[in-house]
């Protein structure tokens, strides 16, 4: 059981919108901010969002993040077939004194 | 540019040690924290540590405390990460990666290649 929670799947076609969600708890997303990583097959994690919104070096602003509560979003627009990859959330948490990532949402583009 | 460069892949009989280190180059080694992440096939990615590349202090997860020792060698700019009583699973990719604060906000913004660690059962 992951401490943060996400769908395991999402899909959408070429153009559409499609949003990830993030759900954690008080010690984690609820005290701090949110970090969101693209992980293409075979390969290292990517840094794509930090501090729920602020977007990485590079990273086109068809990704947004956000943040309410207890829980965080990661939007794609005008999705394209580079786009299918694994998304994880990630979070500090203070009941656990470590980081904390999320089940991971593999997107698929039909 | 950044780069961390990962040690290769290790096989090691349940109950051994493993070592594996991390490269940095392309900035100030010792201005930038270093954490360690493993990541088993299929699952969600993992924390394991992070040392203070500057003075070497270190932070572990409650899960491998007692079990793993990150260390760094200023000299040679690389860190290093070792687990010790190997289980089968421990089998997993293991990543470095920086440790970056912006504004109040910590994210690893550079990652290594990875190194695979198989332990069989």
């Known amino acids: 059981q992951s401490v943060l929670t996400q769908p395991p799947s999402a899909s959408g076609t070429p153009g559409q919108r499609v949003t990830i969600s993030c759900s954690g708890s008080?010690?984690?997303?609820?005290?701090?901010?949110v970090n969101w990583y693209q992980q293409l097959p075979g390969t290292a994690p990517k840094l794509l969002i930090y501090?729920?919104?602020q977007r990485a070096s590079g990273v086109p602003d068809r990704f947004s993040g956000s943040k309410s509560g207890t829980s965080a979003s990661l939007a794609i627009s005008g999705l394209q077939s580079e786009d299918e990859a694994d998304y994880y959330c990630?979070?500090?948490?203070?009941?656990?004194?470590?980081?904390?990532f999320g089940g991971g949402t593999k997107l698929t583009v039909l | 540019q950044v780069q961390l460069v990962q040690s290769g892949a290790e096989v090691k009989k349940p109950g051994a040690s493993v070592k594996v280190s991390c490269k940095a180059s392309?900035?100030?080694?010792?201005?930038?924290?270093l954490h360690w992440v493993r990541q088993a096939p299929g699952q969600r990615p993992e924390w394991v540590g992070w040392?203070?590349?500057?003075?070497?202090?270190?932070k572990y997860s409650q899960k491998f405390q007692g079990r793993v020792t990150i260390t760094r060698d200023t000299s040679a700019t690389t860190a290093y990460m070792e687990l010790s009583s190997l289980r089968s699973e421990d089998t997993a990719v293991y990543y470095c990666?920086?440790?970056?604060?912006?504004?109040?906000?910590?994210?690893?913004?550079?990652w290594g290649q990875g190194t695979l660690v198989t332990v069989p059962s």
């Open positions: 008080n010690p984690n997303i609820g005290s701090h901010t």
């Open positions: 392309g900035y100030t080694f010792s201005v930038y924290g």
């Open positions: 040392i203070n590349a500057g003075n070497g202090d270190t």
């Open positions: 990666a920086r440790d970056r604060l912006v504004n109040l906000n910590y994210y690893f913004d550079y």
């Open positions: 501090g729920n919104s």
């Open positions: 990630a979070a500090w948490d203070d009941s656990l004194n470590g980081w904390v």
